[in-house]
């Protein structure tokens, strides 16, 4: 069982709270134990009461509050003016407004003010109050308490005083969503004053925020007492980005936010300027590829219009002269979205047929100057007949466009058109200087390919037109074929030859100028020329007409070097007798000719290299080497393109050769040296190719 326990409570006095100890079982009833517990509250937490009487105008205060206005010994007149005295004149008539309307009304009273002690210190007291009313509902008394708030006030202002000097706006809400506090810097950020935010609704005085980022924040930060930190823009009239700090407290949400528009605007330069070098890079990527035919270039167009949007505009085209006629045609196009991607091609199938005369990208074209048009429907819709064109134009509905032509060398080989619709700004000068960039860099990719294959074709002619038809004997088969290389920019000084010298002997030449460019194709025809001079005799041996054609080489101050190998066909009355031939040849740094015998075996005929190439030294000591074969063979004479590569060793490839040209040995010989160069050229054809055969045929 509980056990009672002795209890003492203070002692009360007259007008005072505090007094001697005494048994709590002496204590009359639980009435007097809530009386004594109230005082003892009251006391601890430093409240004074008062008591006015209206009717005589006597004003009594406790001790407590004679205390904390700073009266000792007797001093307090126990009138309204008595302590109207000690109210700081600042406060003083709002005070004594309070109180009066109190009396007034029979209701509430509730100030907070300054108390000028006389010692000069100020004090901040909060009281509170009710007037009460006889049986006529007159006012005849107002009792009320009051509280020193100076350690409050004080801690309070501090706290202002930081928020006030702090560079970041803050405000905070209640829960009813009405702000309670804003700070200096939330008055500027927010374009709106203390008195117009203080106790204003947050979704009337900001209506953009509803259903917005701040309100989802704003909500899930006081539903769920978390803490949330985002990015969110304002429209006007704000206007801004604001970095947000939302956090829930107990009486609402307190918020710090910062204006980072500046910020943001920095960050999106910069993503956009490193946009733009990536798409200047990619551009440059992609113009690289080798070009030339219109199919190729219009692939490259294609690909450039697919990487200009969405980095310098929502859509684009791209326009071409062709490079016959020199009419001009939208070869590509590409738009960001790709459900208008078909509208898009389908204006560019239709817009240079429909636009009138001084269009923009005509003028672009005409003239050769950048364009730019701030209005496109006012500018083109106008001029575009009834029909798909118009209906195609307003479904891409372009606001702002740029326009550049594509000029390289003096000449315009195209256009590039950029369009930004209504929701995009227009083109910054950044943007458009991007575009410009991207427009001379395709420009002159094109013009250099043009260029470059005009140059290589015409090498090509040159060459093809000193490679003449080989003669046809009775008693043999001779065969060339010459093949350029596709993939480089400039064409060799390969060559071969095959003509009937005055005793009937054959001869067979095979060469190689270095160098890839027209002037090694000119060198080419100048030896080749040189050496039919020394060999058309017919009684000059291989190793002479090299040797003759070297020194000529040196006389004339023809200054370039060459490898190259001198066969001649020889017979003896003896020799037709009995079915053979003899095959003499000179080898000047050349590969090696290959045999290929009746029986399919394949021999190289002399070391792995011939001796000392043209153009080194015209003393050099050169030989002739000879064998005798059976009719039936064939005698394989070619340049190192065909056995060579940027992956193939020479001696690797010779040995491909000798296994192809056996493997082949039963096709005709037309058949044998088209399979030859289609199975053994190396990948992408890095040099010209070019052979020459003969197969000796039984009489």
């Known amino acids: 069982m509980d ?54 105008g006597r004003l009594t205060w406790d001790e407590q509050l004679l205390s904390l206005f700073g009266y000792r010994d007797g001093g307090f007149g126990e009138t309204i003016d008595a302590f109207a005295e000690r109210l700081h004149p600042d406060d003083r008539d709002r005070t ?99 008195e117009e935010l203080l106790g204003g609704d947050l979704w009337e005085l900001f209506p953009a925020a509803v259903g917005s980022d701040f309100e989802v924040n704003y909500r899930a930060v006081m539903e769920r007492g978390e803490e949330r930190v985002f990015d969110a823009y304002y429209p006007p009239p704000l206007d801004a980005w604001y970095e947000v700090r939302a956090w829930p407290g107990p009486d609402g949400l307190s918020v710090y936010f910062l204006d980072v528009t500046e910020r943001r605007a920095a960050e999106e330069r910069a993503r956009a300027g490193a946009a733009r070098l990536a798409l200047l890079a990619e551009v440059s990527a992609l113009m690289s590829t080798a070009l030339g035919s219109a199919a190729a270039e219009r692939a490259a167009l294609q690909r450039v219009a697919e990487v200009v949007v969405p980095v310098l505009g929502d859509w684009a085209i791209l326009t071409l002269a062709d490079g016959t006629d020199g009419r001009m045609h939208d070869v590509a196009s590409w738009h960001a979205d790709p459900a208008m991607r078909p509208a898009t091609a389908a204006y560019a199938g239709l817009r240079l047929a429909s636009i009138a005369p001084d269009a923009p990208v005509l003028q672009a074209l005409g003239s050769g100057r950048l364009l730019t048009v701030a209005d496109v429907p006012a500018v083109v819709r106008p001029t575009l007949p009834e029909g798909e064109v118009r209906e195609v134009f307003d479904a891409l509905a372009p606001r702002t466009a740029v326009t550049l032509p ?11 058109s950029v369009y930004r619709g209504a929701d995009r700004p227009a083109a910054t000068a950044e943007d458009v200087a991007a575009a410009r960039e991207v427009a001379d860099r395709v420009a002159l990719a094109l013009d250099n390919a043009r260029l470059f294959d005009q140059q290589r074709r015409l090498a090509e002619a040159l060459q093809r037109s000193l490679l003449t038809a080989p003669p046809q004997p009775d008693d043999a088969e001779i065969v060339v074929r010459y093949q350029p290389a596709v993939q480089v920019a400039q064409v060799g000084g390969d060559w071969y030859d095959a003509f009937l010298q005055r005793d009937g002997a054959t001869v067979l030449v095979i060469g190689d100028v270095v160098g890839h460019d027209t002037e090694a194709a000119a060198a080419m025809g100048q030896l080749r020329g040189m050496l039919r001079g020394v060999a058309h005799r017919g009684d000059t041996p291989p190793d002479a007409v090299l040797a003759e054609l070297d020194d000529a080489m040196d006389a004339l101050g023809l200054h370039t070097m060459a490898t190259a190998v001198v066969a001649r066909v020889e017979q003896t009355p003896e020799q037709r007798a009995a079915g053979t031939t003899t095959l003499r040849w000179s080898n000047a740094g050349h590969p090696v000719p290959l045999l290929l015998t009746p029986e399919g075996e394949v021999h190289r005929l002399g ?11 015209p003393s050099a000591q050169r030989t002739s080497q000879q064998v005798e074969v059976r009719r039936g063979s064939t005698l394989l004479l070619y340049t190192d393109g065909l056995v060579e590569g940027r992956d193939l060793l020479l001696d690797e490839g010779t040995d491909r050769l000798c296994a192809a040209l056996a493997q082949l040995a039963d096709l005709p010989l037309e058949r044998l040296c088209d399979a030859l160069v289609t199975r053994l050229q190396p990948e992408g054809l890095q040099d010209d190719v070019a052979l020459v055969a003969i197969r000796l045929h039984p009489q």
């Not at 009386?35 to 409240?47: K, M, Q, T």
């Open 607 to 617: 070391g792995a290299r011939g001796q000392l190439m043209l153009g080194v030294d």
């Open 96 to 194: 004594l407004q309070a109180l009066q309307e109190a009396v007034e009304t029979v209701g509430t009273y509730e100030a907070e003010f300054r108390v000028v002690l006389p010692s000069g210190d100020t004090r901040w007291v909060q009281g509170r109050g009710r007037a009460l009313a006889d049986s006529r509902g007159r006012p005849v008394r107002l009792l009320g308490a009051a509280l020193d708030t100076t350690r409050l006030r004080e801690g309070d202002s501090r706290v202002s005083r930081v928020l006030e000097t702090m560079r970041s706006a803050f405000f905070a809400l209640d829960r009813s969503w009405r702000f309670t506090y804003v700070n200096a810097e939330a008055e500027r950020v927010l374009h709106r004053s203390r």
């Open 406 to 416: 594509l000029l390289a060398r003096g000449r315009t080989l195209g256009a590039l």
């Open 3 to 56: 056990l009672p326990l002795p209890v003492t409570v203070p002692e009360q006095r007259p007008g005072s709270p505090g007094g001697a100890l005494r048994p709590l079982s002496l204590l009359p009833d639980d009435a007097e134990v809530s009386r004594l517990r109230i005082e003892l509250a009251i006391d601890a937490a430093g409240i004074g009461s008062f008591d006015w009487d209206l009717l005589t």
